[in-house]
């Protein structure tokens, strides 16, 4: 099993969290209580993480 696409589906997992607690904390709503401007910050560091992980399962290739 290959360590880099293991640990790119473990940040695009986390970066799916951290987009949709940011998106929840935004909208006010689940019991989420964030306010407007600090919600952006779970949502960016999700986005960041989404898109790291995103692309090092891209560019990592199988070996067989």
Do not use: E
């Amino acid at each position: 099993m290959n360590q880099k696409r293991t640990f790119g589906a473990i940040l695009t997992i986390l970066g799916i969290v951290g987009i949709i607690y940011g998106a929840l904390g935004f909208m006010q709503v689940a019991g989420v209580v964030l306010g407007k401007m600090n919600s952006i910050v779970p949502f960016v560091v999700g986005l960041i993480f989404f898109f790291a992980g995103i692309n090092l399962v891209k560019a990592t290739g199988d070996r067989s």
